[in-house]
């Protein structure tokens, strides 16, 4: 990792708690790399050698699930995305919106209000002898 990212994530860190007993914590910087190998090459966390110098991979697991709770890898993506943009090195008539992550609703607002759970099983459509009863409108 090169020191102008390392610049920018180091800000986003949280604070390490109260010093406790025991050795000392791998570096943050270390840690992050640790991380990085384990995503880039695929691997299980158990599997990290520690002749790399970057602790075990349950040292990085715990840290990465830390700093993933704490916010730090979306303010990242942030930062990067308006470095990025202010740079202008996006081409943004080739952009699109993808909306296949959103949860579908349920029909339209009208027919998923008043209804009750009764009504809304016995609307459902049933294909159990081949040819599909559809639902009734609602009132």
């Not at 704490?70 to 008539?93: C, K, P, Q, T």
Request: neutral net charge; hydrophobic residues 35%; aromatic residues 8%.
């Amino acid at each position: 990792m090169d020191d102008d990212l390392w610049a920018l994530i180091e800000p986003l860190l949280p604070p390490w708690p109260e010093r406790s007993p025991g050795p000392w914590p791998v570096p943050d910087r270390m840690c992050l790399q640790g991380i990085l190998y384990v995503l880039h090459n695929d691997i299980a966390w158990q599997l990290m050698p520690l002749e790399l110098g970057f602790g075990s991979g349950q040292t990085c697991w715990r840290r990465l699930e830390r700093r993933q709770r704490a916010g730090v890898f979306d303010r990242l993506h942030r930062i990067l995305l308006a470095e990025s943009n202010a740079a202008g090195e996006f081409d943004w008539s080739r952009a699109y919106v993808d909306g296949s992550h959103i949860r579908a609703k349920s029909g339209p607002p009208h027919l998923r209000h008043n209804r009750s759970p009764v009504s809304q099983s016995a609307g459902m459509a049933s294909f159990s002898r081949g040819t599909p009863s559809l639902p009734m409108p609602a009132p």
